[in-house]
């Protein structure tokens, strides 16, 4: 990327008079400028194996099975999971939602939040480190640029050297496979909107239309981007979960910490070097620990606001610590208590069941319960009722009064299905229009719905009803509110 734009200023020094104040400076005076913004440095975060690295590699491999996968499972005859917009339909597995059930995806966010705070609460920064779509793609796109440019240390040497065939067909390679992940991975995204076989023949055809066009490329460059150039730079100052973190930990919280009593002093030493003689701490200040940290930061400085819980730094300490024939966990996941009284991993555990986490615990359950039992009692279709805005009410043959209304019913199985329809909360109530139809799957249709009174059936005003609507198939039954006007 392009180095970010610096403020400078120029700092002249003033010769200073008793009598006559400041004097200008003499001609050819030295003049100091200082950056006020540091430019931007390109990390190059060094290769890492250990038991964090396997962890986040698994979640790589199964966050991007289910989001390249999932698009192309079938379920019955159609795409399992498919957000409809155009027939304002939205398929996951057997269930069929429509946009009157958006309280389900309000449930989802909550769901979502308190899930964020109760693992912020216990762990810190999981999702950061193992989860998130910015970490994911970012480890994604680096092994890319080491297939193509080889690790850390060949990466600096080339970016630091001069342009040759060998550094343009490496950039060049490197650039094709991202620019490849990017298209692939928006037109997955786009794959979820749009039946994805036949997006894919349109592909093919050449003949996508232009959102489709437009949101694989938008979607595409933004992975492109963010994966391939921005990295750290959007968990650092674009993600707002780094600034907020604070709030949601405590000393009992599980991070990403240095034993700072162990490690220190530091310093280099051989192997078989005594350390009481040396009167040096355990960390032999290799850097390893910066190197490897995506995001920049070194963990010896104690919890930075940077910090994405990757535990990359844990795995190369312990990698560090077993070649000198140390005891591991200089650099682990601990909590700031456990480090300043000496915990065991026991002390740990009995500290984590604490209020604050009993009660996002809590309230998760019972929303993610709530959740459950409304979608099993779900009807298996919906119903809305407008009345006819053209006429309030008339009267018909036979001396009755009639209002109007317009039905939708909204079958949500993906099968026929045979409606009853009555009206009921006056006396002498009746529908004048056929009472029974049939609704295709998935479909929604809209009805006129006659309602007849006695002329004097009810006095003058506006008179609270209700209709009742039942599908043959399993006797579900709805019922909507609606007023029957009664003219003056």
């Known amino acids: 990327m392009a180095p970010a734009?610096?403020?400078?200023?120029?700092?002249?020094?003033?010769?200073?008079s008793p009598d006559k104040g400041p004097i200008a400076?003499?001609?050819?005076?030295?003049?100091?400028t200082i950056a006020l913004y540091e430019a931007h440095k390109k990390i190059y975060p060094r290769s890492v194996s250990g038991y964090f690295s396997k962890w986040r590699w698994a979640l790589v491999f199964?966050?991007?099975l289910v989001f390249y996968g999932l698009p192309w499972l079938e379920w019955g005859q159609?795409?399992?999971?498919?957000?409809?917009?155009?027939?304002?339909?939205?398929?996951?597995?057997n269930l069929v939602l429509y946009p009157q059930d958006f309280v389900y995806l309000t449930g989802i966010l909550v769901i979502s939040a308190l899930s964020l705070f109760l693992f912020t609460a216990v762990a810190g920064r999981l999702w950061c480190g193992y989860a998130c779509p910015q970490t994911v793609y970012t480890e994604i796109f680096l092994w890319l640029e080491k297939l193509a440019e080889g690790d850390r240390s060949a990466r600096m040497r080339r970016d630091a050297g001069p342009w040759n065939v060998d550094k343009v067909w490496r950039k060049t390679a490197k650039q094709l496979m991202w620019i490849a992940v990017g298209l692939w991975t928006g037109f997955t995204f786009v794959g979820y909107f749009?039946?994805?076989?036949?997006?894919?023949?349109?592909?093919?055809?050449?003949?996508?239309?232009?959102w489709e066009t437009f949101w694989v490329l938008f979607y595409g460059f933004a992975t492109y981007g963010n994966a391939g150039y921005m990295r750290e730079q959007v968990c650092k100052y674009m993600c707002p979960?780094?600034?907020?973190?604070?709030a949601m930990f405590d000393k009992d919280t599980l991070i990403v910490t240095y034993d700072e009593l162990r490690g220190e002093p530091r310093g280099a030493r051989s192997k078989k070097a005594d350390l009481s003689t040396l009167k040096l701490g355990a960390c032999v200040d290799c850097s390893l620990?910066?190197?490897?940290?995506?995001t920049g930061i070194d963990i010896r400085k104690g919890l930075q606001y940077e910090c994405i819980g990757c535990g990359a730094c844990a795995d190369v300490c312990d990698t560090v610590m077993d070649k000198m024939g140390y005891a591991c966990g200089l650099v682990k996941y601990s909590t700031q208590n456990a480090v300043n009284q000496r915990w065991t991993s026991a002390d740990i555990l009995r500290h984590v069941l604490r209020p604050r986490v009993l009660v996002y615990s809590g309230v998760l359950l019972?929303?993610?319960l709530a959740m459950l039992v409304s979608l099993w009692m779900r009807a298996p279709f919906r119903v809305d009722v407008e009345r006819d805005r053209s006429t309030l009410a008339r009267i018909v043959s036979g001396g009755r009064l009639e209002n109007v209304y317009r039905l939708q019913i909204m079958n949500a199985r993906e099968t026929p299905q045979t409606f009853e329809v009555s009206a009921e909360g006056l006396p002498g109530l009746t529908l004048s229009t056929d009472s029974s139809m049939e609704v295709g799957p998935t479909e929604s249709r809209w009805i006129a719905v006659r309602v007849q009174l006695p002329y004097e059936g009810a006095t003058p005003g506006s008179h609270p009803i209700h209709f009742t609507v039942k599908s043959a198939p399993d006797a579900a039954v709805v019922t909507e509110r609606s007023v029957f006007i009664v003219p003056r």
């Open 25 to 32: 400076p003499p001609p050819g005076a030295d003049e100091e």
């Open 241 to 246: 979960y780094a600034r907020f973190q604070s």
């Open 366 to 368: 019972a929303v993610v």
């Open 78 to 93: 159609r795409q399992a999971v498919l957000f409809d917009l155009g027939a304002r339909r939205f398929y996951i597995f």
């Open 5 to 16: 734009s610096t403020v400078e200023k120029k700092i002249i020094p003033i010769v200073a």
């Open 289 to 294: 620990c910066v190197q490897v940290c995506p």
């Open 194 to 210: 749009t039946p994805i076989q036949s997006l894919a023949g349109a592909v093919m055809a050449m003949t996508m239309g232009p």
């Open 62 to 64: 199964l966050t991007q």
